[in-house]
């Protein structure tokens, strides 16, 4: 039987196949083995998931939570005013609603300032609000008694951050059989402190029983362990992988139960040995034959692929066939590859309308070419861009954005950067120090006239530069931060060009503080209210005074209303300010009844206040408050501030005089309106700026403004009051002329509340001689 070669051929290959198949089988059975392994592991890995997962989604059910409780407004006033009852109300009924266990309420650098949770012990809340500052929201896990807490916090803004509002979770046994619940794991958390030792503490908690949780806590106190690593429990009835909590020592554990894996393991290991006996004469011979022919070709493309995947340049050999198409299908995504990474690469770093740098590439060129002397920063803005858009269309827009920065390109030379920051904003770093002379050329030639479309366009430009010779202690913030100060005095300039000068940054510096302490200023008495007389030389009386403004900062000192009141009407913060500065007056007067005292204080509003329709009624509600009537009140609006929008102030001012109050128009004269809107108003006086009044006496061309304005003023109907007067001479003129009332430094100062009440006792012209007397003494 086996002595021909055919027999013996045939046997032997029986015999190598059986050696082959039983290594195989065994190679199988070890590969399913660890196969199960694997899919334990990554059955774990999704459960991770799923654990981070759940941690999101209590982070974003606890952020919308507290994000509504930050931009509630009764409790940022709760805040603002330090309402300890208010906030922990508030606290508790959102802790409530958000079932959160606890919530809390920080200081802007992170002091507890109040909370619904008396902590024994907690983690530094002050460097975990440091490390995430500038975060819209703090999401993070601490400790509070030996106890992890998931905190979500959001902070509270007026409209800078003035408090961290936050909630917080517990991880126990709650959350613990909520993933349970979702994988099918067990879950446990606790604190490992060290190689020797498990922290058992009541934030110890685990679906399992204390002894097998105990026994699999102690396999991960070994140096080798990682958050990767999977370890079987003693018995092997558990495979458990741990994952760290963003809190030192404290780690969740997920266990996957194994005696399914196992058992199913001998199933397929019994299966495979029926299955293998079947067909081991079968098809075993032509099976490897035929497959170690098939995947050569295979394998060479798959070793091939992942050189390409970990970025590695491959030759690739064209074969015939099938492997020949996906050879050339590789070849082909290994050149796309390449060339989407490269277009990737241009994106990040450039415009994609105009070609040029963007702000992204700028910042980095300049973090790496601070370390010089030479060159600097040019940031050029197109002025009124937006009304050629407007007119002419975007697309119009954009095909001028495009010739304006090659023309700017073209202008530069090769070792200089330009980049197109957004909108309309160029910035140039050039590395040779230029002169005003040649900004002024620049200047010049990028207003050159463009032809887009048919249509030509000139445009109109502001330059801020900046010299790195110049500076201190460069960094790339402080140079954007400069040069666009620059470029914002461009604009005021006359010939729209500035180069940035040491101590502007300073200045606006000063600026920005003004604007952020204006609100704790009116909680801290910075700011008070004085009263300028306003005489009547007609019947020698003071019947009125002028409410003014002042401001001693804790730092800053004295800051005149000249430098402050712009500020805040361009910051939107004037109308806090008006209306603290009428329930002043208000609360004034009444104080001033009680010393009998009448006399009649008028107010500024500004442009922005004029336009807020709810204004009377505000006033209205002081008033009842403090019991003052209408004959008490004054209200003084500049020309200029009818121009904003002249329906809505007529609105308001209409809706004031129907309420009694006497309507002045405030430095007349300076402004745009003129007689144009002066018979349109329902206004009862006129005040004649200080520019045209102090000088009468000597300035006769002054003197005829001012005598032609009175005449034309009483034609109208209306009285007039002079601003400004400071000498005997000009005070004649101005009876003279029939002026009503003087208010300057002529009769007084503006004075504090108490210092008004003497001087109004002391004023008093009762004849005649009396007045003439004192008049000519001063």
Not at 300 to 315: N, W
Not at 424 to 439: A, C, G, I, K, R
Not at 565 to 587: A, D, H, Y
Not at 662 to 670: R, V
Request: with cysteine.
């Amino acid at each position: 039987m086996f002595k021909s070669f055919r027999s013996q051929l045939i046997a032997m290959l029986v015999f190598f196949l059986a050696m082959i198949q039983l290594i195989s089988g065994t190679a199988i059975l070890d590969t399913i083995k660890r196969d199960s392994i694997n899919q334990a592991i990554k059955r774990i890995d999704v459960a991770k998931n799923v654990f981070q997962l759940t941690l999101d989604n209590r982070n974003k059910h606890l952020g919308v939570g507290v994000s509504l409780l930050a931009s509630d407004f009764g409790f940022k006033t709760a805040v603002a005013t330090r309402d300890e009852a208010t906030i922990r109300s508030s606290l508790e009924n959102n802790a409530q609603r958000v079932s959160a266990d606890f919530g809390i309420l920080l200081s802007s650098d992170g002091q507890t300032i109040n909370s619904t949770f008396d902590m024994a012990y907690s983690s530094d809340f002050t460097q975990l609000v440091k490390r995430n500052r500038r975060s819209r929201t703090i999401n993070g896990i601490i400790e509070v008694d030996h106890k992890p807490y998931q905190l979500v916090l959001v902070p509270v803004r007026a409209p800078n951050i003035v408090a961290w509002v936050g909630m917080a979770f517990q991880m126990g046994n709650e959350l613990a059989n909520e993933i349970k619940g979702i994988t099918g794991l067990e879950v446990s958390f606790a604190t490992i402190k060290g190689l020797d030792t498990v922290e058992k503490h009541d934030s110890h908690t685990s679906t399992l029983n204390v002894t097998a949780i105990d026994s699999i806590l102690h396999k991960f106190k070994g140096e080798d362990v990682d958050d990767n690593t999977t370890l079987f429990s003693d018995d092997e009835n558990f495979l458990t992988s741990r994952v760290k909590l963003d809190l030192d020592n404290h780690w969740a554990f997920l266990h996957l139960p194994y005696n399914s894996w196992i058992q199913n393991i001998n199933e397929v290991t019994n299966r495979l040995i029926i299955i293998f006996s079947i067909i081991l004469c079968l098809s075993i011979l032509l099976s490897w034959f035929s497959a170690r022919r098939l995947l050569k070709p295979i394998q060479i493309l798959v070793s091939k692929a992942k050189k390409i995947g970990r970025g590695e340049h491959v030759e690739i050999e064209h074969q015939a066939g099938e492997f020949g198409v996906l050879s050339k299908t590789l070849s082909g995504m290994q050149v796309r590859i390449a060339k989407r990474e490269e277009e990737l690469s241009f994106q990040a770093s450039h415009d994609s309308l105009t070609g040029l740098k963007n702000r992204n590439a700028v910042e980095i060129f300049l973090s790496e070419n601070l370390n010089t002397s030479l060159g600097g920063v040019l940031l050029i803005n197109i002025r009124h861009f937006k009304d050629i858009n407007n007119m002419m269309g975007f697309e119009t827009g954009d095909i001028l954005l495009c010739q304006f920065g090659k023309r700017i390109d073209s202008l530069i030379k090769n070792s200089d950067v330009v980049a197109r920051l957004a909108g309309d904003e160029f910035l140039v770093v050039f590395n040779s120090q230029l002169d005003e002379m040649t900004l002024t050329k620049m200047h010049q030639e990028l207003q050159a006239e463009f032809d887009v479309s048919g249509s030509k366009i000139c445009l109109q430009l502001c330059m801020g530069a900046l010299f790195f010779a110049d500076q201190d202690d460069l960094s790339v913030n402080g140079v954007m931060r400069r040069v666009d100060i620059a470029a914002d005095e461009a604009k005021q300039s006359e010939n729209g060009i500035a180069i940035y000068e040491q101590g502007q940054d300073e200045s606006h510096r000063r600026t920005l503080s003004i604007i952020r302490d204006l609100p704790n200023s009116l909680e801290t008495n910075q700011l008070f209210i004085v009263y300028q007389p306003k005489v009547n030389i007609q019947k020698r009386k003071c019947y009125a005074a002028e409410a003014l403004i002042r401001w001693i900062h804790p730092t800053l000192g004295f800051i005149s209303p000249a430098d402050f009141i712009p500020l805040l009407e361009r910051s939107g913060n004037i109308q806090l300010v008006t209306k603290w500065v009428i329930e002043e007056v208000c609360k004034q007067q009444s104080n001033w009844q009680i010393e009998d005292m009448q006399v009649q204080v008028a107010i500024n509003l500004s442009a922005l206040d004029l336009l807020d329709l709810s204004l009377p009624n505000f006033i209205k509600g002081m008033m009842e408050k403090y019991h003052v009537s209408p004959s008490q009140l004054a209200f003084e609006v500049t020309e200029s501030s009818v121009m904003k929008d002249t329906k809505t102030v007529i609105h308001v001012l209409n809706a004031l005089k129907r309420m009694g109050f006497k309507l002045s128009i405030d430095d007349f004269g300076t402004g745009q309106s003129s007689l144009a809107y002066l018979r349109d108003l329902p206004v009862d006086e006129v005040k004649i700026d200080r520019s045209f009044v102090h000088d009468v006496d000597t300035n006769e061309s002054n003197a005829l403004i001012v005598n032609t304005t009175i005449q034309l003023s009483h034609s109208f109907g209306f009285s007039v009051t002079a601003e400004g007067m400071e000498n005997v001479e000009g005070l004649s003129i101005l009876e003279d002329y029939g002026c009503e009332t003087i208010q300057g430094y002529y009769f007084s100062k503006p004075l504090k509340p108490d210092e008004f009440l003497n001087w109004q006792s002391s004023f008093s012209y009762s004849s005649d001689e009396w007045w003439h007397e004192n008049t000519m003494e001063k």
